[in-house]
Structure formats: structure tokens, C-alpha cells
């Protein structure tokens, strides 16, 4: 049946343990997994993890929140998605248009890594250090871009998406468990450049992976029986404003709320993220015990998570997860607040990392499999690179502010207190994001009903 304004696609019926232990087996799931971790392995070293190795070399908060703004290459990828989605990769087109991208932008992601390891802060010199971050960023957003393209046209039905969603997780979370727990750890031991040499050599788990994958069936744009080559202006306008004319028609007036709840469901997040690294070298936890943490109960609760929004996602459907997201998202703001208060004691700490990436881990598959059922074959890239960008754009602007912040704040209220208010306040932000998806889900059934 295809999607109207006034019948959207309906959420597919939920399926029993046995039958997803079953699926567990599939050989798309283990690809899925390790792409996952592909996806997932640069993000925080180009981001936190990198706030952590400058904070120990004297850099002020205001600088690495700025730096953070590196991130915004994944929130404008939907400006070269078109790209992605309608021509193949230059020379590894012959692996086919998805998998062809996957593994050039591998090779970037790691020569960007490996660029850093060899660059480094001590020298001073970060605008170069910089450079090759914003190349690994760059290259991982466009990564991001085909992997989830791959994950939404290799599913058959809803319930796959939703296991496939699950597994994409799954292995995102591993490789953000690794970077910014497991490589505290190592560069205990042989220093954060050698770390990020290995980060880099790692990535070849993602090119592994991408062999390993089965191209998905090509689709002609939705809606365009013969597409017209992209280098033409009906070719150019149906690339960049199609997949955004075609959600608008599929979903009516919901499409603006449906927007609005992705571009805020995880803002909370995204503000502290440039923080949280800082915050623990402030309050004197050293990279031995917060990677040790994150690495033991972290990975356990991580995986908790995300096995509860897979599961959710099932059973409850896409809606009512994201719901149940919304609610258990600012408790990870919470629990940093708490810390603060309580200094560098062990039991806190690891009490707040298991809330944290409980509450995270479900967030993010709630988020990934419902935004995964908005989108239409044909415009799978673009839809998701559009999606995926609004979701994050907000958050990563006004994160480059949150040093500002907290700096902002000490004079008021000392710097453990600043961090305290910062991150309460980043919780707040969560009350009006459950209100949005309530009204979201009410008012989707109230249209289907109709």
C-alpha cells in the first residue's frame, strides 16, 4: 500500500522473541553490526574524545566548544546527499553505488585520523589539527549517508527495519563505548597520538563490513518514472527539493511536526556532549577510571538500552518508542548534575554513566527506526541525510556556545556549580520534547483513524 497524507504508511505488526533471535543469525544483521561500528567510530574523535585530549593540554572550554562545531559536517551532509544518492563513487563505483561510497569515504574517515595522530595539539598548531578532523567528519557523515541507505533498502518489512535498526546501534554505540572509554585507557598507556593512529587503522572493520554486503536493488526517485540525469535542471530540482516535496505530500500537515520533534528529540544531548570530557578532568577523575567505568557497567548498559528500544520498537510500535525516548532522555542530563555535586566519588560516577547510556542507547533507536519509517524508496538517502541533518543541526550549533556557557556561569555559582545548572538546564529541554511527541503520536493516530 503506499502512503498518502491521509493514510500513511502503517507501522508493521510486532514480532515474537523467537522470531528476532532467528533474524539475529542473518548475515545482513552481522554487516549491519560491524557497519554500525564503522559509523559510529569517528564521531566522538572528532568531537568529545578530542575535548578530552585538549582539556589535559590546557585548552580553555570556550575553545573546545567552538571546536565542537566540526561536528556540523554531519548536520549539512543533506546538501551533498543528492550527490550520494544519484551518481556513483569516483574510481569504486564497480562495488556498486552504495558500497562503492561506503568504502571511499573509509579511507577518508581514516586518513583524517591518521592525520591527526600525526599533527596532534602540543605543537600548538590547531587549526591544522582542525583540518584533518573536519576531513575525517566530512567523510564520516557521507559514510553515515550510504550506511543508512543500505540499512533501509536491505530491509524487507517494518519488523526488519526495526532488528536492523537495532544491530546499526548496536555496533554505533560499541565503536562510542570504544572512543571514549577503551581509548582513554590506551592512551594511558601509549599516548592519545598513538591512539588515534590505531583509531585510524581500525576503520578498515568498516571496508571489511562493506565487502561483506550485498548491494540493495536500485529505485527510480519516488514519484518519477524516468528520472532525468542529475546534471540536467529537472534532474538537479528533483535531486535536492524532491525527497522534501515528496515527504511534505506523503505526510501533510504532519510533516512540519514530525520535523520539529527530530530537530529537538535529542538537543539536550548534543548541548553537554562538548562538556562532559572536560567536566570529568575538572572534577579529577583521571582517563584510567573513566575509561575502566565506561568500558565495564557502561557497555552493559549501553547494550541494555538498546536492546529495550529495539524491542520497544517492536511491540510498541515507532511512535510510542520515541515517546518512551523523550521520557528517559533528560535523566542523563540528571545524573551529571548529580556528580557535580558529589565530586570525583567512584560509586556516583558509575551510577550516572549506567542512566546515561541506558537512557541514551534507547533514545537513539528510537529515534533511528521511526525516522527510518518516514522515508520513501527512491529518495532513501536524501530523505534520511535530511532527516538525520534537522535532527542534529540545532543541537550542534548551540553546543559550540556551551564552554561560553559554563564559563558563563562560574562566577555565579563556582565551576562544579556551573556545570551542575548547565547540565540541569540541558534537562529542562526535554519537558517541552515529550509534550511534542505526545501531541505527534495523538495526532498521527487520529489521521490514520480517519
Known sequence: MTATAANPAPEKAPIGWRQVLRSLRQRKVLVMLLLGFSSGLPFLLTGNTLGFWLREGGADLATIGFLSWIGLAYSLKMFWAPLVDRLDAPIL???????????????????????MAAVGPDGGDLWVLGGFALLAAFASATQDIVVDAWRIESAHDGAEQGLLSAAYQTGYRAAMLATDSLILLLAAGIGWQSSYGVAGAVMAVGIVATLMATEPMRHAPAGDASAAPLWTPVGLFDAIVGPLLSFLRTYGALSILMLLVVMTFRLGDFMIGPMINPFYVDLGLTKEVVGAVRASVGLWASLAGIALGGLASVRLGFRRTLVLGAVLGPFSNLAFSVMAFSGPDIGVFTAAIIVDNIATGFAGVALTAYMSSLTSLGYTATQYALLSSLYTVLGKVLKGFSGQMVQGLEPVAGQMGAYALFFAGTAAIGIPVVALCLFLDRAASRQRAA
Open 93 to 115: 563505483g564497480m562495488l556498486g553505488r552504495r558500497r562503492g561510497w561506503m568504502v571511499l569515504s573509509q579511507l577518508l574517515v581514516g586518513a583524517g585520523l591518521i592525520g
